[in-house]
């Protein structure tokens, strides 16, 4: 029996011939990742280690984006912790206030993970990756802080699921509609430890932009890894973005898993995930009115320029409706200023939105658009589990920067078309 692209990846970072599912390994690392909430648990923990330096200072990657700017005194004192960890083992990617952005899009912008990479990241959505044809995935803390120091970490090596994406899809119809789709058609637990792994003639139709989203999710239907194959697209991306040698995998015809679902990508519809989980999947024009408060277009899952981009294109020449809140997040100091360069900030100030720094902000509940008892909120984010962005009583909808923005215009859970687009 062959192997998949997870399988044979895995197996190079192991120094083996083959690998099964089920196999325990040890795999040598290309990146460990954290964040200002992670990195200080692991670096704790570092510091229990007989061995306290880091196997490589230049596979390190510390990305300060969940409460940048510090918006209190501990998210400031984690911060410091970082700082003075990256001062003391010379960290080389260190990103902090004026050079940082949301991590997972930070991190393939800066070129720092490439094809045929293994990485492991202190926070779930490490998954982003796959999107390069990479196997990442996220893991706990003390995890990294072995990675850190030996630069392997040990995996159950995952069995697979195949999904065959077909055809092309309609316009406004993005990699949120089609992960969503997904998560409601497998169930948060239908890819539990499983790699997800993506195959047919709809990815030629795909950007980078809608693979990040789609493997950035793949964690919400339990996945291990989500990962796309490299054509070239990804070569493109690679070679705008990185100066790394990348290796291309690809599956065996004979590789085995476990299902194979086909979707035909002309047939999705905008897709919006209801509370209070990713699998309570709804299309638009299936609910009844839904009045919302506020909506948030950004996260390490649509905070991308082309989620920028769709939003302005929704949002020009149109008003924020009355009462509603709208927070627009670029993910990175890059996107920021190339949004900057387009016009894209001017088009959302004056549509009545503020525009943030980059930061992970309420996506986790932290700061920057908190929700209130009884208030809704549209977000592009990729969690809306009960008190995720803030009350107990609020309530988080997932959708694309198209609906997001949509809905920010109309007030209600909307559709570009509702809009005349």
Known sequence: MGMTMTQKILAAHAGLDKVEAGQLIEANLDMVLGNDITSPVAINEMKK???QSVF????????M????????IKSAENCKCCRDFANEHEIVNYFDVGC???EHALLPEKGLVVAGDAVIGADSHTCTYGALGAFSTG??????AAGMVTGKAWFKVPSALKFVLTGKPNPWISGKDIILHIIGMIGVDGALYKSMEFFGDGIAHLSMDDRFTICNMAIEAGGKNGIFPVDEKTIEYMKDHSKKTYTVYEADEDAEYEATYTIDLSALKSTVSFPHLPENTKEIGTFDDVKIDQVVIGSCTNGRLQDMREAAAILKG????????CIIIPATQAI??????????????????????????PCLGGYMGILAAGERCVSTTNRNFVGRMGHVDSEVYLASPAVAAASAVTGKISGPAEIGM
């Open 49 to 51: 280690m007989n061995e």
């Open 56 to 63: 490589d200072k230049e596979k390190i990657a510390l990305v």
């Open 65 to 72: 984006d969940h409460f940048i700017p510090n918006k209190d």
């Open 100 to 102: 940082m952005g949301i």
């Open 139 to 144: 893991v706990g803390s003390t995890d990294m």
């Open 318 to 325: 149109r008003k924020v409706a009355k009462n509603v809140r």
């Open 336 to 361: 920021y200023l190339q949004s900057m360069r387009e016009g894209l900030l001017e088009i959302f100030i004056e549509a009545g939105a503020v525009v943030s720094t980059p930061t992970c902000g």
